[in-house]
């Protein structure tokens, strides 16, 4: 018969265990604190109503003594056996050579011993506690010293020490501690049904997470966790998918990027093979051969700029890209820019604007910057309208310099604007007008704003302009 397999613990079996052993202590020194205090205050009771009585008792047999009857003594024995009977106490009545007068059912117990007598002697009240010799159940004892004066003037010391059944202290306890035992076992049999139906539908979430997250690690990122929104770990399971998310986008990019450093690896070097071969095996006339050499060097070229980009991509998020901080006219960078591309501004008939009184200067790298402006101002000129305007404008405020390259044209699609600085990212626009553009200009340009502590926003109008700002400290890095 095959073995049946070991069932792994639930992650709340911990949870129970110590959930139920913090329980049991918690209601265990609470209930036993609560048992104590209640057995002192109840006895603390129990032992001022004997005082109480007993000061009362004295009191009337100083009364009796006091009206000197001649059945005193008889008196004095009614109120003693009175407050036996009445309130169950045992009374001992001394006179002041520690003389029973008053034996009553004493049963051979002296109660007035010479170390008692002494205590009195500074007071005139000792309580003894619990008194058990010769007594059958323990009983609480006190001993009070007090002084009667006889018509005569004559005053005489006498002593009064009773005993009270302390049992019912002791049966309040037992009470006490039972009700304690079932208060335990009722708590833990509710906890035990409560925290069991908690701890299924916990053990239930983290199911349903782990098994997502098996898929996560096989490679397949499309599931997600669902859990609803008043489940515990409905938090976790959102972050867990935000984490998905993440990863699959990523993954995403990856591929993507393969694909695209592929796609334009593919085209310049199926180019230059061809024309290559064309040379070689003479397919392409000898006086064409300058021709295609030369449309073999662009080729390398494109393909030269690719791998450098790529390249400095590569260095900028590793983190080894090192600035070269300088002062840098930001206005006259502008303006050698733009004249590098004044050919094909006048073949558009384009219209340059805000470079007239231009005045910038911040702490930045003059080499990364021109590199900025240049992925800027070549997209500015690619996707401009023809007879249309590109205007700059390069402002300070608040220690931040902000620099503004803004074009006329088709502009971007609202769903282009997040993607815009995605590397091999084309618009649709791009892929018809640019045939060379790489896509990873505005990446580069987004890194090395990064790098200076700034930032490159993007506004587009569709059919109307659009605009790349960027963002630097005046006072460099």
């Known amino acids: 018969m095959p073995s049946r397999k070991k069932k792994t613990p639930g992650l709340s079996d911990g949870y129970f265990?110590?959930?139920?052993?913090?329980?049991?202590?918690?209601?265990?020194?609470?209930?036993?604190?609560?048992?104590?205090?209640?057995?002192?205050?109840?006895?603390?009771?129990?032992?001022?109503?004997?005082?109480?009585?007993?000061?009362?008792?004295?009191?009337?047999?100083?009364?009796?003594?006091?009206?000197?009857?001649?059945?005193v003594e008889e008196e004095i024995v009614k109120l003693i056996r009175t407050e036996e009977t009445e309130y169950h106490n045992r009374i001992w009545f001394?006179?002041?050579?520690?003389?029973?007068?008053?034996?009553?059912?004493?049963?051979?117990?002296?109660?007035?011993?010479?170390?008692?007598?002494?205590?009195?002697?500074t007071d005139d009240y000792m309580e003894m506690g619990y008194f058990t010799q010769d007594a059958e159940a323990?009983?609480?004892?006190?001993?009070?010293?007090f002084f009667v004066?006889?018509?005569?003037?004559?005053?005489?010391c006498c002593y009064i020490a009773a005993l009270s059944d302390a049992s019912n202290v002791q049966e309040y306890s037992r009470m006490l501690v039972q009700s304690l035992v079932i208060c335990l076992l009722a708590a833990m049999l509710i906890f035990l049904l409560l925290f069991r139906v908690g701890a299924s539908r916990l053990d239930n979430q983290?199911?349903?997470?782990?098994?997502?997250?098996?898929?996560?690690?096989?490679?397949?990122?499309?599931?997600?966790?669902?859990?609803?929104?008043?489940?515990?770990?409905?938090?976790?399971?959102?972050?867990?998918?935000?984490?998905?998310?993440?990863i699959e986008q990523n993954e995403t990019t990856r591929r993507n990027f393969v694909a695209n450093v592929s796609h334009e690896l593919r085209t310049p070097m199926t180019t230059i093979g061809g024309f290559a071969d064309g040379i070689l095996d003479g397919t392409i006339p000898e006086e064409q051969h300058r021709r295609y050499i030369k449309i073999i060097a662009e080729e390398i070229h494109r393909l030269r700029t690719l791998v450098n980009s790529m390249l400095n991509l590569t260095k900028f998020e590793a983190g080894e890209m090192q600035l070269r901080i300088s002062s840098v006219d930001m206005a006259k960078l502008v303006i050698k820019t733009?004249?590098?591309?004044e050919k094909r501004i006048s073949d558009k008939n384009v219209e340059v604007e805000g470079l007239e009184d231009a005045e910038l200067v911040v702490k930045a790298d003059e080499d990364l910057m021109f590199q900025v402006l240049?992925?800027?101002?070549?997209?500015?000129?690619?996707?401009?309208?023809?007879?249309?305007?590109?205007?700059?404008?390069?402002?300070?405020?608040?220690?931040?310099?902000?620099?503004?390259?803004?074009?006329?044209?088709?502009?971007?699609?609202?769903?282009?604007?997040?993607?815009i600085f995605d590397r091999f990212y084309k618009t649709d626009a791009s892929r018809s007008q640019d045939k060379t553009g790489l896509g990873l200009g505005l990446s580069i340009a987004r890194k090395i704003v990064h790098l200076h502590k700034g930032h490159i926003v993007v506004k587009s109008v569709k059919g109307e302009y659009t605009s790349f700002e960027v963002q630097i400290p005046v006072s460099g890095v």
């Open 206 to 246: 983290f199911e349903a997470v782990s098994k997502v997250t098996k898929q996560y690690a096989e490679g397949e990122f499309s599931a997600r966790v669902e859990l609803p929104e008043h489940a515990s770990l409905y938090p976790f399971g959102c972050t867990i998918n935000r984490m998905a998310e993440f």
């Open 149 to 156: 004066e006889k018509p005569d003037g004559e005053v005489q």
């Open 94 to 121: 001394y006179d002041a050579d520690a003389k029973e007068k008053y034996p009553g059912t004493n049963e051979g117990i002296h109660l007035l011993t010479a170390s008692v007598r002494a205590y009195l002697e």
């Open 138 to 145: 323990p009983q609480l004892c006190c001993v009070l010293r």
């Open 338 to 341: 733009v004249l590098m591309f």
């Open 17 to 71: 265990k110590l959930g139920g052993l913090l329980l049991v202590v918690g209601i265990l020194l609470t209930g036993v604190v609560m048992v104590c205090v209640s057995v002192s205050t109840y006895r603390d009771t129990v032992q001022t109503a004997l005082r109480q009585s007993v000061e009362t008792l004295t009191v009337n047999i100083t009364e009796a003594y006091a009206r000197d009857t001649e059945n």
């Open 374 to 419: 240049y992925n800027l101002i070549e997209n500015a000129v690619k996707f401009v309208n023809e007879g249309g305007v590109i205007s700059f404008s390069l402002t300070q405020e608040k220690g931040m310099a902000h620099i503004i390259v803004k074009n006329t044209g088709e502009g971007l699609a609202d769903d282009e604007l997040p993607k």
